[in-house]
């Protein structure tokens, strides 16, 4: 059972990617994306779960000398609260972006933005 | 160079028999071929009277020096190679000034003349001087390919590029000339000689038999004078280095003088039996039949 | 020492601080950034020189607590110099972008200088997720720069690089947190420490940090977001993704590298040289300057990531490849994109304007130089190390897609350059220069030929003199605004001296280097006295001329392969641009360096091949060369034959030297072309002995006898005169090496007549005839005809030459064939000999024909007030007449010493003298004898001919007897145009251009492939997301099996 985060964060992860791949609206390859952010979430913190463990907090609950069995890794922890973060930098970009593209072509599907290629 | 009195005495002596011979052998061939072709022909003596009228017309026109200089490098081409031609063997003083230089030498001199007519009537400006010229250079390159290989082939046999050497080794018995012991190579220069001596069916380059076109054309008077001249030196000098080379040389005055007639008789015959040539036939002529007898050769020599 | 964490607290800082600005004093904000980023600057260049010196590197640890717990940075000295790097490229990039960052608004610099900072502690920690955190706020901070300019092409750009690079942080990120699970630390060196692949699963983590350090590094095909963004940002922008984002991101792979084992170092060299080669192939096809400088950048990463995938192989020669390379990378991408913006015109042909500012078009060319890797820039001794180190290590097939990578890249960028040069252009307008856009690309420029200087004092054996030969140069182009006659007057007193300095030394110790000496040195000085006729400045003419001559006399005085190389590949760029000055030579100068290209890479290689035998790079080291030698041998053979024109490679040489100027042609013809012979002495000389080298002469003995037939054929056909001359010049070579090949004292005697006899009247031909069109204003002969009237000393000169040339006698040409015949029967190469004496005699068709048609024949009425030759031509080609003349009346003044330094080589079989009288063993002869007696009897039978003519008449010009009619018009008298019809309907066939064809038809292939494999780049963002996915999915599975 405890794998069960850590696949529910993949089978997060592929969903988000595969909303980026299928649909061609830019707002919904941002959702996609935004999926995709959670999924790595999901997994980073499940990742540092301990089987029975519990929270990172010292407290009468979990003593000083037992805590390293005792409680789950703090870190992946606090790294996921700047992956958010960063995360929401990213999308509000993003969003930024598919709002100068909707300016410029009236048109959120990406096959309208080919000028550049080859 | 020390200078030897004697051996200049020898070679303008022999230089006056090869004149005479080539001017009184140009009239018994035109002759023939006169009679050929069921026609009188000229009298023997008539390339003397020619010379003589030549040299003495009064009227003389010039182009530029270079149209001056033309007719002396062309007979400086034909006096040269007969001055690094050895004549007779077996005497020192009739080998002219042939040591100083060999086979290669006679066989670039050859193109002194030649360069320095086409520039010359190249300076006349007359447009069919310059065709002929062109005509006369393109036969010329191919004509040498055959004669080249035999060359060669004769170079590999006796080991030597000395035709002084070449000779002598022919001496001692006609079953010894390279006629007999090289065959393949003797028939690729004799197809070359057919071209060298630019009788039918390879006579575009002057086209005798018409208005008078090819290089000479604006040439007259002494000018003229001075090509027949050497017409007639050349002639005998290029059959005598044909003899030297396949046929056992000369070693007097009397087997020299059959010997380059039976030589130029050789290009005459087939020149009467045979039409002209265009000049591109010629052309790749020499590089089919004479080009396998060549290769051959050398084939048989390697 | 200030602490390098104060990099990021002075970014940061003044980022936080200029939110507190006035919103109108922008230009301030500018100015505050510029200096925060001075700063920064400051403290790792103080670093730099610091660690430079032998300090140790230190780690810098946040809240004093050790990792894991802590984040860290490293400042050692690769960081410290990448560090620095960042600064300075960010420093000027802020600076050339001065305006759009003003007038854009405190937000904009803001972004910029976190971007700069994100991209220092890029460099400097050693922590993984910090990593992944400044990658994100760059990769942030890059799309925020990148709408700048705010064109729809710009923001599509944008959105097709967040959703690339998003999901590339979030397979980084991944990777990170499985590292971080299997190791119990996020610090790189624990991590790698911890041996990650003994874990199961481990080896994912490896997978997914180092694919997405890969894909951030744009790999083939996984790339087309990246060329958007090169394509339509600013090009401020660009220069600084191309140097500053790329130089940061190649260090986090290089930091990253050792959690992986071997297996991934060969997958990523593997995929950079499909990068390098690919994105290089794709470029063939660009129109547009700056994609394809994205890329050309791409490809460097290409290459600088399969350098690195190399690592264990290159062992401690790593370092110095990879930064040299990078730097060359550095600063020739970021100048390019900073003149690209300048210059605002992105099709490749409209760079045209560029040469309206000199200084603009010497700085394009130095970055093009110096991509390419041609001394004396760092890459050159980056690619040479490279190439010996992959040789050494037996790594064939990598060095063969390395020098077809760097071959392609040639391509476009020599055909962007030559546009440059030569494109026609008649817009009148031009582009303005702000003094802040000026100062960085011109520092980027000062800084590639500082940093070639650099880089050659660490190259082993090498000389550091001949940079005091290119400083003379910069001298030279320096002065380029003085007047044409004192720029000549200086290089021929450089060449004097350098001739005074050489020769001495050389005649006593080395006959053949003192002859090539000779050729190279005084022919230069000879050459140049013409270039005395030239009046106005002749910009940019000397500076090129002494380069070609400075690489000629570095390939004599070379002692080691790579001393040879740097002279070599100097000579070629000097020629190169020597001949594209000329009037119509943009095809013509790219096909040369097309082909000098492939030939010099051919050297290098065969170089490389040599050094991996002998494990030394002296040149006489070749000798011992025992293994490879057919291959060493054959690549050589064909490096030195495409200076040589040999047939096959020739066919850059027609239109070079015919469109050349009238004195450059001679210098490219008469002199350049030596330094193949030079170069194929030198090898026969190493190798000639070993029986498998002879095969290979046998098939170069062939070669040199059917370019003769060509060459000399073709030149009868033309009816252009210096076009006709150039093709006499690759029949001539033809001869040269045929007799090379021979391997025989005659042999190698015939070679060295043919190249000193090549020289003079090659010489004088080029120079009379280059004269001549100068007076009469056209190359075609049947434009001119009748000139020996006005130009009689031109007509002696060509006269002479061609007499030489076509191996008359009594002129030393016949030297040539007379030794020619002794040798080809020695040695028994009956065949070849003939098809050589065929070629011979065809000479005289094209001779006749130039002599004919120009000074012959009938004058045409325009050119009835044509004066004779310049004086400043005519000097040189009598001094070289006199010369000519010499050799021809004592040739054993020549072939004397000649062979007695042959007989070092080819003891046996040479020449015996009497006197005069040379005997060979076959023939004999005796030059001055029959100078002498030709002379007499001339001078007799003209004077005889004197005495009798003595009333000709002097008659105009149509006085000629013609068919009953009186000519009057030159142009239908004089007989010129395709003169040999017949000739050429008999054996025209010979000459059809077929290897024109072929190689036209490869560079067909070569274009049509690009063209169909760039369609990859569909333009849709979603496309290259699944190219990004399928890289990885490709990754996986190279990696499970």
Redesign the interface.
């Given at each position: 059972m405890e794998y069960v985060s850590l696949t529910i964060g993949f089978i997060v992860?592929i969903a988000g990617?595969w909303a980026?791949?299928t649909n061609?609206n830019?707002l919904r390859?941002i959702i996609g994306?935004s999926i995709?952010?959670t999924g790595?979430h999901i997994?980073?913190v499940s990742?540092a779960y301990v089987k029975g463990g519990t929270a990172p907090i010292l407290d009468s609950a979990v003593g000083i000398n037992e805590a390293i069995d005792k409680i789950v890794d703090p870190?992946?922890q606090a790294?996921v609260l700047?992956?958010i973060v960063?995360g929401l930098?990213?999308t509000a970009?993003?969003l930024a972006?598919?709002m100068?593209?909707h300016k410029?072509?009236k048109s959120l599907d990406?096959?309208s933005?080919?000028?550049?290629?080859? | 160079m020390d200078f030897d009195i004697k051996r200049l005495g020898f070679t303008l002596l022999g230089l006056l028999i090869v004149l005479n011979w080539g001017l009184l052998m140009s009239s018994i061939m035109r002759k023939l071929g006169a009679r050929v072709a069921k026609r009188y022909g000229i009298r023997w003596f008539q390339p003397w009277l020619d010379l003589v009228k030549n040299y003495a017309l009064r009227s003389q026109i010039s182009h530029g020096i270079m149209f001056y200089l033309g007719p002396v490098f062309r007979i400086g081409g034909g006096v040269g190679l007969f001055l690094f031609m050895p004549m007779i063997i077996g005497s020192e003083l009739w080998l002219n000034y042939s040591f100083h230089g060999d086979l290669v030498l006679l066989m670039y001199f050859q193109f002194f003349g030649m360069l320095g007519m086409a520039l010359g009537s190249g300076e006349g400006g007359h447009p069919y001087s310059a065709i002929g010229i062109s005509r006369g250079l393109s036969q010329f390159t191919t004509i040498e390919v055959p004669m080249t290989l035999a060359i060669i082939s004769l170079a590999i046999q006796y080991d030597t590029l000395s035709l002084i050497d070449i000779v002598k080794a022919q001496q001692g018995g006609f079953q010894n000339w390279t006629m007999w012991t090289n065959p393949v190579a003797t028939i690729a220069g004799m197809f070359s000689l057919l071209g060298a001596l630019s009788h039918s069916p390879f006579n575009l380059v002057k086209a005798p038999n018409e208005i008078p076109i090819g290089p000479p054309t604006e040439y007259h008077s002494t000018f003229l004078g001075v090509l027949q001249t050497n017409a007639a030196i050349l002639h005998v000098v290029e059959a005598a280095l044909f003899m030297n080379l396949f046929f056992g040389g000369a070693t007097n005055w009397f087997e020299f003088i059959l010997k380059t007639f039976f030589i130029y008789f050789w290009s005459v015959f087939v020149g009467v039996v045979f039409p002209r040539f265009r000049i591109e036939q010629s052309v790749a002529w020499f590089l089919k039949i004479p080009l396998v007898f060549g290769v051959l050769a050398i084939i048989l020599y390697m | 020492m200030i602490s390098p964490i104060h990099i990021i607290s002075i970014g940061l800082g003044t980022a936080f601080a200029l939110g507190f600005l006035n919103k109108k004093s922008n230009g301030l904000a500018v100015s505050l950034m510029l200096v925060a980023i001075a700063l920064m600057a400051a403290v790792s260049s103080s670093w730099f020189i610091k660690l430079y010196q032998g300090a140790e590197a230190i780690e810098v640890y946040t809240a004093g607590f050790k990792p894991p717990y802590s984040i860290n940075l490293r400042m050692g000295l690769n960081e410290a110099l990448l560090s620095s790097l960042i600064n300075l490229a960010g420093f000027l990039g802020g600076l050339y972008m001065f305006k759009n960052l003003k007038n854009t608004g405190k937000h904009a610099i803001m972004v910029f200088l976190v971007f700069v900072m994100g991209l220092n502690v890029i460099i400097l920690t050693r922590d993984a997720f910090n990593l992944f955190v400044f990658m994100e706020v760059v990769s942030i901070a890059t799309a925020g720069l990148i709408i700048l300019i705010q064109d729809g092409k710009s923001i599509q750009a944008g959105f097709k690089y967040m959703i690339a690079t998003g999901i590339i942080a979030g397979i980084f990120l991944l990777g990170i947190i499985f590292a971080y699970y299997f190791s119990g630390s996020l610090n790189i060196d624990d991590i790698s420490n911890s041996n990650l692949l003994a874990f199961k699963g481990g080896s994912v983590a490896v997978l997914m940090i180092i694919v997405s350090v890969v894909l951030e590094l744009k790999p083939f095909p996984a790339n087309g977001w990246a060329l958007d963004v090169y394509e339509a940002s600013d090009p401020g922008i660009a220069a600084l993704i191309s140097a500053a984002s790329a130089t940061a991101m190649y260090f986090v792979l290089f930091k990253l590298m050792p959690i992986a084992d071997l297996q991934w170092y060969k997958i990523i060299s593997t995929a950079g040289l499909i990068t390098f080669v690919g994105s290089n192939l794709f470029g063939l096809k660009q129109t547009g300057a700056r994609r394809l400088l994205g890329y050309s950048s791409i490809g460097q990463l290409g290459l600088l990531m399969t350098i690195l995938g190399l690592k264990p192989f290159l062992g401690d020669k790593f370092e110095y490849i990879a930064i040299t390379i990078l730097i060359s990378h550095y600063l020739a991408k970021a100048g390019l994109f900073w003149i690209a913006g300048l210059l605002k015109k992105d099709k490749l042909k409209d760079w045209a304007l560029l040469r309206k500012k000199p200084l603009f078009l010497v700085l394009f060319g130095t970055f093009v130089f110096s991509l390419i890797g041609f001394p004396p820039f760092p890459s050159f001794f980056g690619k040479w190390e490279l190439i010996m180190s992959l040789s050494q290590q037996g790594l064939y097939f990598t060095l063969a897609m390395i020098l077809t990578g760097s071959f392609l890249e040639g391509i476009y960028l020599f055909r962007w350059l030559g546009y440059a040069i030569k494109m026609e252009s008649n817009e009148s307008w031009t582009f303005k220069l702000e003094w802040n856009k000026v100062i960085p690309p011109v520092l980027f420029g000062i800084l590639v030929y500082l940093a070639g200087y650099y880089s050659s004092t660490f190259a082993e054996n090498f000389n550091g003199l001949y940079f005091i030969a290119l400083a003379f140069i910069l001298i030279i182009y320096l002065l380029d605004f003085l007047p044409a006659a004192v720029k000549n007057i200086l290089s021929i007193l450089s060449l004097a001296l350098v001739s005074w300095y050489m020769l001495p030394g050389l005649y006593s110790e080395d006959m053949l280097r003192f002859i090539f000496t000779l050729i190279f040195l005084v022919g230069g000085i000879l050459t140049f006295i013409a270039g005395f006729a030239y009046k106005g400045k002749r910009e940019g003419f000397y500076p090129v001329a002494l380069l070609m001559y400075a690489g000629l006399a570095i390939i004599i005085r070379a002692s080691t392969t790579l001393e040879f190389f740097f002279g070599w590949e100097l000579m070629t760029a000097g020629s190169y641009f020597l001949i594209i000055r000329g009037k119509k030579s943009m095809a013509h100068g790219l096909s040369y360096m097309l082909f000098s290209m492939a030939g010099a890479y051919a050297i290098l290689a065969a170089f490389g091949l040599s050094f991996a035998e002998t494990a030394s790079i002296q040149l006489s080291s070749l000798a011992a060369v025992g293994g490879n030698i057919t291959v060493i041998f054959s690549l050589l053979a064909i490096g030195f034959m495409t200076k040589t024109a040999s047939l096959g490679l020739h066919i850059w040489l027609p239109g070079a030297h015919a469109e050349a100027e009238s004195d450059v042609s001679p210098m490219v013809s008469a002199i350049l072309l030596k330094a193949g012979v030079f170069g194929l002495m030198i090898l026969m000389i190493a190798m000639g002995n070993n029986p498998e080298a002879t095969r290979v002469a046998y098939v170069l003995g062939w070669l040199g006898a059917l370019t003769a037939l060509v060459g000399n054929l073709a030149a009868a056909f033309q009816e252009d005169a210096k076009r006709l001359l150039a093709y006499s010049s690759i029949s001539q070579l033809g001869y040269i090496l045929f007799a090379l090949a021979m391997m025989s004292h005659l042999g190698w005697m015939t070679a060295m007549v043919y190249s000193i006899n090549h020289f003079l009247y090659k010489s004088i031909l080029f120079l009379t005839i280059g004269a001549v069109v100068l007076k009469v204003g056209t190359h075609y002969m049947y434009k001119m005809g009748g000139l020996i009237k006005n130009m009689p000393l031109a007509f002696i000169a060509v006269l002479i030459g061609i007499i030489a040339l076509a191996g008359v006698p009594p002129l030393s040409g016949f030297a040539g064939k007379w030794l020619f015949y002794n040798a080809v029967i020695d040695k028994h190469w009956y065949f070849q000999g003939v098809i050589v004496f065929f070629s011979g005699i065809i000479a005289f068709l094209y001779l006749f024909k130039l002599i004919y048609s120009v000074f012959l024949g009938q004058l045409k009425d325009n050119l009835r007030h044509v004066k004779d030759i310049s004086i400043w031509f005519a000097i040189p080609i009598y001094i070289l007449i006199i010369g000519l003349m010499i050799f021809s009346a004592k040739p054993d003044l020549v072939l004397k010493p000649l062979g007695e330094m042959i007989s070092v080589w080819y003891p046996n079989a040479g020449l015996s003298w009497e006197g005069g009288l040379a005997t060979a063993p076959y023939g004999y002869w005796n030059g001055t004898g029959v100078m002498i007696t030709i002379g007499i009897m001339f001078m007799a039978l003209l004077g005889w001919l004197l005495l009798l003519s003595s009333k000709a008449v002097k008659v105009g010009q149509f006085n000629i007897v013609y068919s009953a009619e009186a000519p009057q018009r030159p142009e239908t008298t004089h007989v010129s145009y395709n003169i040999y019809a017949g000739y050429n309907k008999a054996l025209g066939w010979m000459v059809a251009p077929k290897i024109t064809e072929f190689w036209d038809t490869m560079s067909d292939w070569a274009h049509s492939l690009a063209e169909y494999g760039r369609r990859l780049y569909s333009g849709n963002g979603q496309v290259y997301t699944t190219y990004v996915l399928a890289y990885i999915i490709a990754f996986y599975l190279i990696m499970i099996f």
């Open positions: 992860i990617l980026i791949m061609r830019i390859m994306f995709f952010d790595l997994v980073i990742l870190v992946p790294l700047t992956a960063i930098g990213v970009l993003m972006y598919a100068k593209l410029e072509k990406i096959m933005f080919r000028d550049l290629k080859w | - | -």
